[in-house]
């Protein structure tokens, strides 16, 4: 059974850095053809996907948003991290760790977790 | 960066109708085309992946075709558990959804 949880803080302040971890069990990114993501998804709006780690350690980034944005990987413990450098109120959303299968879409999600950025 | 256009954004329905959600991508993407539906407070689910090809345990109610620019998702017969919103993504570079179309009860 695939399973993904996110995990970090809840509230953050403007400027700061969030930092989110995925934690995933059923997979190993060790795999060839397997990746997590991140997916962002603001109140009321549409999803949009942040960042994605393969198993090769391979990083592709949002354009928009690729300097703000690190993607890391710890396969030993089936976790990747996310850091969101200079946190802003848009950056409020609730994000989702996902994994990428081999088919290339993301076919298993976490439940997601809501950021709210506010002073 | 390509642009995924989703029409309509909102369509009203009774169980039992055909429903038809149209993907439109601002550059060929060959079929590098998946389809989500998310429910309130959840997740996206997979329906629907490289245009056409059901995602294991979806029922045959979904479907999904199209090439190139055009794509649609088509519902033949809206059960109750159908009403959601749907989201087309494009993987032919990095990934991109649309803006979603929300399918509630007429």
């Known amino acids: 059974q695939i399973t993904l949880q996110e995990s970090g803080p809840t509230l953050g302040k403007p400027t700061q850095t969030l930092t989110l971890t995925c934690s995933f069990s059923g997979f190993s990114l060790n795999t060839s053809g397997v990746g997590v993501g991140w997916i962002r998804q603001p109140p009321g709006k549409a999803l949009e996907w942040l960042a994605l780690i393969d198993w090769d350690d391979d990083k592709r980034y949002s354009p928009s948003l690729k300097s703000r944005l690190t993607i890391t990987k710890d396969s030993s413990k089936n976790q990747v991290v996310l850091r969101m450098t200079n946190m802003g109120p848009m950056d409020t959303a609730t994000y989702y760790c996902?994994?990428?299968?081999?088919?290339?879409?993301?076919?298993?999600w976490g439940q997601g977790t809501l950021v709210t950025v506010s002073s | 960066d390509i642009q995924m256009t989703q029409s309509p954004s909102t369509l009203s329905a009774s169980v039992g109708d055909r429903v038809t959600i149209t993907c439109r991508a601002s550059q060929s993407i060959s079929n590098w085309l998946a389809w989500y539906q998310q429910k309130p407070g959840k997740a996206p689910k997979l329906l629907i992946y490289?245009?056409?090809s059901l995602e294991s345990g979806v029922p045959s109610r979904f479907s999904g075709s199209g090439s190139g620019t055009e794509f649609t998702l088509t519902i033949s017969s809206l059960q109750p558990d159908d009403f959601a919103t749907y989201y087309c993504q494009q993987y032919n570079s990095y990934w991109t959804f649309g803006q979603g179309t929300k399918v509630e009860i007429k």
């Open positions: 996902a994994r990428r299968g081999p088919d290339i879409v993301f076919d298993y």
């Open positions: 490289k245009a056409s």
